[in-house]
């Protein structure tokens, strides 16, 4: 088992930077994937980067790409998403997720732990 809690997410202009946190309990962290999603009101969840159990190999949805940065610490047991030049259609929910085979993966489907979210709002 193993619990996520994001943090790091709240209110801020077009154009403004945020960072936000997933910090890992439970099992070892540093065997899992990890992947950030993101769901605005009245759309359905999508996938918005992806990081591997080594951290070597990263994934972004073509929206974000160039703009956000995910990383990790295994030693603190916590991913990152760096979110600059923030847009307005940014603005969602932001849920870290964990995936016990350690392989990259854009598909929800694949993750079997998700936290709670955090709010991210971007104002115009």
């Known amino acids: 088992q193993v619990q996520l809690v994001e943090s790091g997410g709240g209110l801020v202009q077009a154009g403004g930077s945020l960072r936000l946190s997933c910090a890992a309990s439970?099992?070892?962290?540093?065997?899992?994937?990890m992947g950030w999603f993101r769901q605005a009101p009245g759309k359905e969840r999508e996938f918005v980067a992806t990081?591997?159990?080594?951290?070597?190999?990263?994934y972004y949805v073509d929206s974000v790409k160039g703009r956000c940065t995910i990383s990790r610490d295994n030693a603190k047991n916590t991913v990152y998403l760096q979110m600059d030049s923030l847009k307005p259609e940014d603005t969602a929910v932001y849920y870290c997720?964990?995936?016990?085979?350690?392989?990259?993966?854009?598909?929800?489907?694949?993750?079997?732990?998700w936290g709670q979210g955090t709010q991210v709002t971007v104002s115009s």
């Open positions: 990081i591997s159990w080594t951290g070597r190999l990263k």
């Open positions: 439970g099992r070892t962290f540093s065997d899992y994937a």
């Open positions: 997720a964990a995936d016990s085979d350690g392989l990259v993966s854009r598909n929800s489907a694949e993750y079997e732990y």
